[in-house]
């Protein structure tokens, strides 16, 4: 008989990157979509990427079945089951607000929909969750303003701003006013940074958005100068294993840098960004590394443990977790 997964945190998850094909051909038929695929089979053929921005043109496409707050709640109820049999406690959800604005969806229908899947989720699967806004950094500096005071009155619900989409051209300090205005507003910041992008765009997520951990981040390895500044400073990283395969970050799992960075002293996270696109969960990713890196036991309980140190929980709730 197999354990039951360790008990973990995941802090890097796309909530529409969950979107599997059979609950998207439920919500086509549901809300009259057409999609340009006879088949699940057929969507999941498609599932084959060059790079990040091969992956993102599917992943925005697929959204159009995404329309009232009930797709948004079945949707986030759906991962949350997923990930409850993953072994995850606490789930950190990121969503792109702007993906549904521009198609003509509500922010409050988005939000509305999440959060109650959301607020069931401790009784229903004993998840505590926060909910990140995403700004798209392909968009303008000012689309992400506007995003964020659209968002104004559901700030309540939201714990955090952060940073997504195509990342080579769109540095983070496009977005310097937006996180000035969020950390104002008391949210905390992150940013992806250093997953396609050099180390520069992880050094002025740092330095110019003041975040408080960098999503991806396994290009900051290529300067020492960086890595000595998250390990002093314990910046966490929230690593994507699968997802670097499939978007060809790296040609191989067995080449992920997640060894060297835990041996650098960087406090990294083991996430699954976006699982149904990337073939695997939370606990399939833990699975993932340990058998292309030969992890040990004590090397997976120090990266569940990484998960919740880096999890915006307050120190008593931390605690019950360590
Ligand atoms: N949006 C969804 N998944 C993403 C990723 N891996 N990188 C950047 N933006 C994303
Ligand atoms: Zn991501």
């Known amino acids: 008989m197999s354990l039951p997964p360790i008990p973990k945190a995941e802090l890097h998850l796309h ?3 969950t979107l599997e094909p059979e609950l998207a051909f439920a919500l086509a038929a549901r809300n009259g979509v057409e999609l340009p695929y006879a088949s699940q089979d057929e969507l999941r053929a498609a599932y084959s990427f060059a790079d990040l921005q091969s992956f993102l043109d599917l992943y925005y496409a697929l959204m159009a079945v995404l ?6 709640a079945d949707l986030a109820d759906a991962y949350l089951a997923r ?8 789930a950190e959800i990121f969503f792109d607000s702007q993906a549904h604005t521009a198609r003509g969806v509500e922010i409050g229908t988005v939000i509305e929909g999440l959060t109650r899947a959301l607020d069931a989720a401790p009784s229903k699967y004993g998840i ?4 990140i806004m995403c700004f798209l950094r392909d968009e303008s500096a000012e689309s992400a303003l506007a995003t964020f005071e659209a968002a104004r009155p559901h700030l309540h619900r939201i714990a955090a701003v952060g940073l997504d989409s195509a990342e080579v051209g769109n540095p983070p300090s496009k977005f310097r006013e937006v996180y000035a205005l969020a950390r104002e ?3 905390k910041c992150v940013a992806h940074a250093g997953e396609e992008g050099p180390p520069a765009y992880v050094w002025e997520a740092l330095d110019v958005l003041g975040v408080d951990r960098i999503d991806h981040g396994v290009r900051a390895m290529e300067d020492d100068a960086l890595v000595a500044r998250l390990a002093v400073d314990q910046v966490p990283l929230t690593l994507c294993p699968l997802s ?3 978007l060809r970050v ?3 799992l067995a080449d992920h840098p997640l060894r060297s960075m835990l041996d650098a002293g960087l406090l990294v996270t083991v996430n699954s960004d976006d699982p149904a696109y990337f073939g695997g969960y939370a606990d399939d ?4 590394v340990r058998d292309a890196l030969g992890l040990d036991a004590e090397t997976l309980r120090i990266l569940a443990r990484n998960s919740f140190r880096a999890a915006f929980l307050d120190d008593e709730t931390r605690e019950l977790y360590l």
Not at 83 to 90: E, F, L, P
Not at 128 to 131: D, I, N, Q, V
Not at 285 to 288: E, G, L
């Open 250 to 252: 790296i040609d191989r």
């Open 185 to 187: 507003a008391g949210l």
């Open 244 to 246: 670097n395969v499939r």
């Open 83 to 90: 990930a409850q049999a993953q072994g995850v406690r606490h």
């Open 15 to 17: 909530i529409e990157g």
């Open 285 to 288: 990713n833990f699975a993932a």
């Open 128 to 131: 505590s969750t926060r909910l």
């Open 67 to 72: 329309r009232t707050e009930d797709d948004f």
